[in-house]
């Protein structure tokens, strides 16, 4: 893949604070239903879901979340260079790795027009906003926290918020997330989509924590919007480890996501 020293023009740009997200004029909004009393807001009831900013179009067809978790924002661009090579077109950079919001904007420059760019490990609201201003595509957060939720669809960007329970899922659910991520989802195992989907039928499902390859084609199958990797994927690339061998994980990872894909699009 060639390296830019000018910003592609289709590549996208850091977002000011007064600004809408991109992503927040795609495709209409999800209505999921209100719970009456819901027991998790924090604020006055609502009436409606408020507007639900869609995942990047890439991560949705793509179905797959690569988590970036390295010692130092340096090591990004290498790992982020093969695995796009190979076919991932989705990246969580995680906030545990130092220096993740001064390196995003090179990366979305370099990288972004051809795969979606989102910052993971967001705690707080003003975490929110400096992300949204260093052009993240999505946010992705650990647990439920709804003022972040709520500054996320304010400002009209992507989040997944984690939870495990369904009153955790549900109280960002309704509060506008695009979709939930289920951490760690190891615990529960892929029937837990059937589960969640009785009472939450259109809630939207990402597992995180303990996908593996097989586990991955399992959540997909039963009816996961994607799937959120890290170590079955990444393995020791940030180490100092084979790229070659990451290549090949990842072009496997790759092909499962898009067959289940197709499997999902020939059952709708």
């Known amino acids: 893949m060639s390296q830019h020293s000018d910003p592609p023009s289709n590549a996208p740009q850091p977002h000011a604070a007064a600004q809408p997200h991109p992503a927040a004029h795609q495709r209409p909004a999800a209505q999921a239903p209100q719970a009456a009393g819901d027991a998790a807001s924090s604020s006055p009831e609502r009436s409606a879901v408020p507007a639900r900013p869609e995942l990047p179009a890439r991560t949705r067809a793509s179905r797959l979340i690569a988590v970036m978790r390295a010692k130092r924002a340096e ?41 979606d760019l989102g910052v993971g490990t967001v705690t707080t609201p003003e975490q929110v906003d400096l992300a949204a201003a260093a052009g993240a595509h999505y946010l992705v957060t650990p647990v439920s926290v709804l003022p972040v939720v709520d500054r996320a669809v304010e400002r009209g960007i992507p989040v997944i918020p984690g939870g495990l329970t369904p009153t955790e899922l ?11 991520k289920v951490f760690p989802a190891g615990v529960v195992g892929a029937g837990y989509v059937k589960d969640l989907r009785g009472p939450f039928p259109g809630m939207r499902v990402v597992p995180s924590g303990g996908v593996d390859f097989e586990a991955a084609e399992a959540w997909l199958a039963a009816g996961a919007e994607a799937v959120s990797v890290g170590g079955p994927l990444l393995g020791d690339a940030f180490a100092g480890g084979d790229l070659d061998a990451l290549a090949e994980r990842a072009r496997r990872f790759v092909a499962a996501c898009a067959q289940d894909a197709d ?3 020939a059952q709708a």
Do not use: M, Q
Request: charged residues 15%; proline residues 5%.
């Open 170 to 180: 549900h109280s960002t659910w309704s509060r506008g997330a695009a979709a939930v």
């Open 263 to 265: 499997a999902a699009g």
């Open 75 to 115: 090591d990004y661009a290498p790992v982020i260079e093969v695995l796009a090579a190979a076919g991932v077109r989705s990246f969580e950079l995680t906030l545990t790795t130092p220096g993740t919001f001064e390196a995003l904007p090179g990366l979305v420059e370099r990288f972004g027009a051809e795969a």
